[in-house]
């Protein structure tokens, strides 16, 4: 009884706080409702139930990495390719004040832990017949909200929401794979827009990762060690609009074993790569969209870690190089629009730095009292969605009429992999190049035969009715279906 007392006072108790808009032609996303629509009072409160039925067969084993006590690395791609963000939550309360140009709004999700969501993917009732021993409740919440002050030139705002550069649908710098906890200020003038990004990521370490951490420094400040409990990520980014062409440059900076200091969240400077040598990873970004008609365009993105050349630290075998990019067009006519994407990243892509916290991806920290892993420490891309040494072609197309949608998606993937203790696995963060620090560290895994995989993705929608089809390579599959009350 006490624990369905707790359950109800949840519900009835959470305050929550406006969507940020993700569908808007621009080169940094997400932006205020005021650039679109202007300033609005407004007070909205929603409530919406979506009870979820599915079946299917899918790998729902997760990879994992130097389990201990407080928790497991655990890669969110690998067999399961995401299958929680598949599933809508049982029940969604959202809440949005906007005034004078302030906004507050959260959107709480109440369904099962990832872990079980994954795992027990037919329903999405977070209890089991009404025996709330075997209750599983996502108490992470909530992954979407934002406190925002924004006028018709300018916003700041912090919270917990995805973020995205670039005009392309998998990202190669940041991407909308995951959520951020941020602080994020843009401001525009003409056609200029400026963007800054203060992210942080979990901090907490497996056993094996401390002891890297607190043991190995950067060969160019030999017993300088960084092994603070922070992960920082700095970023910006300039766009600017030349009539048919968008064009931006960015740079994120990894700040990791330390507390940021004024240097390393400077809101204009460009580093070179190793220029907080133990402590530091800079990516550099260029990114465009060019209109030819009305009703196509192209776009494309380049991100480069390390460039190889004689003399410098990557010619030197200090670093690998290191980039990826993608290339892209959507023809769009009134309801109908095609696109298609490749997408590149090179084997040492987010990876050249031996040390954990320099590694260019965020950790999120799951609970789960159910399953295993039931304490997750969950490594995201910050970038593409698959990780380093990957590479996707893309093609979709989207249909509406009325009150009918479609979307159908299909990714060719091909992915890099290593055997691990005798196991082959993906490539992930874990497995970082070894050659910059000091005492000299060894790979632990060795490399072994690219995978491929066929992705195919279809979601109808009419009206409150939803429907999905999702398959690997025709072998696993998921046919669920949704009504939003």
Known sequence: MKKVIFLVLILVSLVTFSELIYNASTAALPIPSEWLNGDKNLYDIKIKIAPWFSFGKWNTFFITNDSWGWGASTNPAENVFYLFNEIPPFLNLSFKFSK???????????????????????TNLFFNNFNFELLSFDTNFPELFYI???NNFSFVSIGRYPLKWGFSKYPITISNTTFQDNI????????????????????????????????????????????????TIIAH?????????????????????????????????????????????????????YT?????????????????????????????????????????????????????????????????????????????????PNRSLMDFPLGFKYGPDATMVSVGLNYSFSDFKIKIEYNFLVKGTVIDDGI???????????????????????????????????????KRLYLK?????????????????
């Open 100 to 122: 004078n140009g302030f906004t507050l709004f959260s959107s709480v999700n109440i369904q099962k832990g990832l872990t079980t969501r994954t795992k027990e993917f037919g």
């Open 148 to 150: 925002c002050y924004a």
């Open 184 to 231: 994020t200020f843009s401001t525009k003038i003409s056609n200029f827009r400026y963007t800054y990004h203060f992210i942080s990521s979990y901090p907490l370490l497996t056993p094996a990762e401390q002891n890297i951490q607190s043991t190995y420094s950067d060969q160019h400040t030999p017993g300088k060690i960084f092994d603070e409990p922070y992960k």
């Open 237 to 289: 980014k300039f766009d600017f609009e030349f009539n048919k062409l968008k064009f931006g440059i960015g740079e994120l900076n990894v700040v990791g074993g330390k507390v940021p200091d004024i240097i390393d969240i400077n809101p204009l400077m460009f580093f070179h790569n190793t220029f907080g040598e133990g402590y530091s990873n800079v990516l550099a970004n260029i990114d465009f969209k």
């Open 292 to 372: 030819i008609t009305d009703n196509f365009y192209l776009y494309g993105e380049f991100s480069l870690d390390d460039f190889q050349v004689p003399f410098t630290e990557a010619g030197s075998n200090y670093k690998p190089g290191a980039h990826g990019y993608n290339i892209g067009g959507e023809f769009k006519y009134k309801n109908f629009s095609f696109w298609v994407e490749y997408d590149h990243t090179s084997e040492w892509m987010y990876i050249t730095n031996y040390l954990p916290y320099l590694n260019i991806s965020v950790r999120h920290f799951f609970l789960d009292n159910l399953t295993s």
């Open 424 to 462: 082959q696995r993906w490539k992930w963060f874990w497995d970082a190049w070894y050659g910059n620090v000091t005492p000299a560290a060894t790979y632990s895994v060795e490399d072994s035969d690219d995978i491929m995989y066929n992705i195919l993705d279809i979601k109808l929608n009419f």
């Open 469 to 485: 089809f999702k398959t690997v390579n025709f072998e696993d599959y998921l046919l669920g279906a949704y009504f939003i009350f």
